[in-house]
Protein backbone atom coordinates (compact mmCIF):
# COMPACT_ATOMS: atom_id res chain seq x y z
CA UNK A 1 0.00 0.00 0.00
CA UNK A 2 1.29 3.00 -1.06
CA UNK A 3 0.87 6.24 1.21
CA UNK A 4 -1.64 7.98 -1.11
CA UNK A 5 -3.82 4.43 -1.01
CA UNK A 6 -3.48 4.78 3.11
CA UNK A 7 -6.74 5.99 4.79
CA UNK A 8 -6.52 9.31 6.07
CA UNK A 9 -5.73 9.31 10.12
CA UNK A 10 -7.58 12.68 11.97
CA UNK A 11 -6.94 13.08 15.57
CA UNK A 12 -8.49 15.56 17.64
CA UNK A 13 -7.54 16.64 21.04
CA UNK A 14 -10.74 17.87 23.13
CA UNK A 15 -9.69 16.58 26.59
CA UNK A 16 -11.08 20.34 27.70
CA UNK A 17 -13.07 23.27 26.85
CA UNK A 18 -11.48 25.27 24.14
CA UNK A 19 -10.28 28.72 24.90
CA UNK A 20 -8.47 31.52 23.30
CA UNK A 21 -5.29 30.67 25.02
CA UNK A 22 -6.05 26.57 24.47
CA UNK A 23 -7.55 26.16 21.17
CA UNK A 24 -8.72 22.89 19.82
CA UNK A 25 -5.89 20.76 18.08
CA UNK A 26 -6.54 18.80 15.37
CA UNK A 27 -3.32 16.47 13.93
CA UNK A 28 -3.58 14.83 10.42
CA UNK A 29 -1.43 11.31 9.33
CA UNK A 30 -1.31 8.62 7.52
CA UNK A 31 -0.48 4.39 8.60
CA UNK A 32 3.33 3.69 7.30
CA UNK A 33 4.83 0.05 8.02
CA UNK A 34 2.20 -0.99 8.92
CA UNK A 35 2.23 0.93 12.26
Not at 7 to 26: A, N
Amino acid sequence: MSPSDAPLLVGCDFSSSPTRRKPIVLALGHLTGGR
